[in-house]
Each structure stands twice: as structure tokens, then as C-alpha cells.
């Protein structure tokens, strides 16, 4: 039980500092989650391969979930962003294997 304070705490707080988090009810169960037909344990996390958010379930059928995107800035004209599924990155146009020296970037790195 002092687990699942801890996470709904966490979460809480992590949608207090970040707006780009949520929280919905998916279902009217006491306990867990239900997430695409697939029951979820309080605490249990994923990734949604959709959305690419993260998702923990909170308990009593709450579920949270916080945008992971990378939006990059400030791009050189010599670099571009190539996407991976929910993975991206900034590399040289000449030379995709190498990534662009100095690029500003909000949101989570991967």
C-alpha cells in the first residue's frame, strides 16, 4: 500500500511540474488498470508505441500518462531530425552516421 502512495505521489507531482502529463480513468475497477485490453498492476509502467508516452498505472483504474517527444531548435541548415519510432536525433545531412555537433533540444533525450 505504501507503494502505491509513492507512485500516485510521484506522478502528482511529476504532473504538477510538467503539463504535458495527463491523467484518465480507464476503467471503473477499485484496483488496477486496464490499458488496450491488458490488465495493469499499480506502479506497472509502458510505453505507448502509438503516442510514445509514458504511461504508469496509478490504481483505482487511473492511469498517467507523460508526453515523451523531443522537439529540437535552433537546427543547424546542415543537420536534420531522423526518426526511429519514438526515438529521434539530429544528424549531419552529409553524413547521417554522425550527429550535429551542437543542438538545443526540449523534452526527453533517448
Known sequence: MRGVFVVI??????QLVSSQCRTVRK?????GCYNDGKELEPG?????PVT???CTCLG?????????AVT??????????????????AVLKSDRSKLC??????GKKK
Open 52 to 54: 510514445c508516452d509514458e
Open 27 to 31: 476503467t471503473n475497477e477499485n484496483w
Open 44 to 48: 506497472e509502467y509502458f510505453e505507448d
Open 101 to 106: 555537433p551542437e543542438v538545443t533540444f526540449t
Open 9 to 14: 505521489f510521484c506522478c502528482g507531482f511529476l
Open 60 to 68: 483505482g483504474g487511473f492511469l498517467s500518462c507523460c508526453a515523451n
Open 72 to 89: 529540437f531548435s535552433d537546427l543547424s541548415p546542415d543537420c536534420e531530425v531522423v526518426k526511429d519510432g519514438c526515438k529521434a536525433v
